[in-house]
């Protein structure tokens, strides 16, 4: 199994097929009962298992016009193309289409249950302040405000910078895909933009660009809001 988790990590790293894990698997001598348990479908089992990190699916057009939450929750056609919510198949009713959402807070709670990695993650709190220039977000006037409004107390308090875009996944540039992804700045700068740092909270597939964004945001914002704790303000700040 442990052979077969750090396959999974290759496989994850470098994209190889399902085809090309079971050979590489075979290659290594993996045989009979052992194969059995060291498959993909096992691996990827025990691994859920290991990582706590919940899947979150919310309801969404099929044409990518909305996510249905907030104003839309209960909508059962959309309100920009009219075409219905659900599909009924095999007498159940299933959403026609989904976003995906990754929560923050499992994630957070995984990094700091580590020693080392929750030193890493006081970079904010420990820092020299630069007296003449920008060496980073932390000089800037919007942080400095927020200190001054009894925002960011604690030692292991989060700031998070906040970032959106759209991009085609296919060369014939047919589809849309939206990605919305959180950089955590309680890491130094130098390793806080590494891929294996970065916080993708939200897919938003395709084929349209949404016609209401804020809806699909707002999974996003009631999670920032449990995560603000006892304040009543929440700022963010998306590019």
Not at 6 to 21: G, I
Not at 79 to 98: A, D, P, V
Not at 141 to 160: N, P, Q, S, W
Not at 183 to 202: G, H, M, T, Y
Request: charged share 30%.
């Amino acid at each position: 199994m442990i052979l077969a988790l750090r396959l999974l990590d290759l496989k994850c790293k470098h994209n190889f097929t399902d085809n090309a894990f079971s050979d590489i698997l075979n290659l290594m001598g993996v045989k009979g009962d052992d194969k059995e348990t060291s498959s993909l479908y096992k691996a990827k089992e025990k691994l859920n298992e290991l990582v706590d990190i919940k899947l979150n699916q919310v309801d969404m057009c099929i044409n990518s016009c909305c996510a249905f939450t907030g104003i839309y929750v209960d909508d059962l056609v959309c309100r920009f193309c009219s075409l219905e919510r659900y599909i009924i198949s095999n007498n159940t009713q299933k959403s026609q289409k989904s976003a995906m959402y990754i929560p923050l807070l499992d994630r957070f709670r995984i990094q700091y249950a580590n020693l080392e990695r929750s030193f890493k993650l006081r970079y904010r709190s420990q820092r020299e302040e630069c007296d003449d220039g920008y060496s980073d977000i932390f000089d800037g006037h919007l942080y400095k405000e927020l200190v001054e409004e009894g925002f960011f107390t604690d030692v292991r308090d989060i700031a998070l910078i906040g970032s959106t875009d759209g991009y085609q996944i296919f060369r014939q540039k047919t589809d849309d895909c939206w990605v919305v992804m959180f950089i955590n700045a309680n890491l130094f700068p130098d390793i806080r933009v590494k891929k294996e740092n970065l916080l993708i909270s939200a897919i938003i597939p395709g084929p349209n660009q949404p016609k209401d964004f804020n809806s699909f945001l707002r999974p996003i914002i009631d999670e920032l809001k449990l995560l603000q704790g006892k304040f009543n303000k929440l700022y963010y700040i998306f590019n």
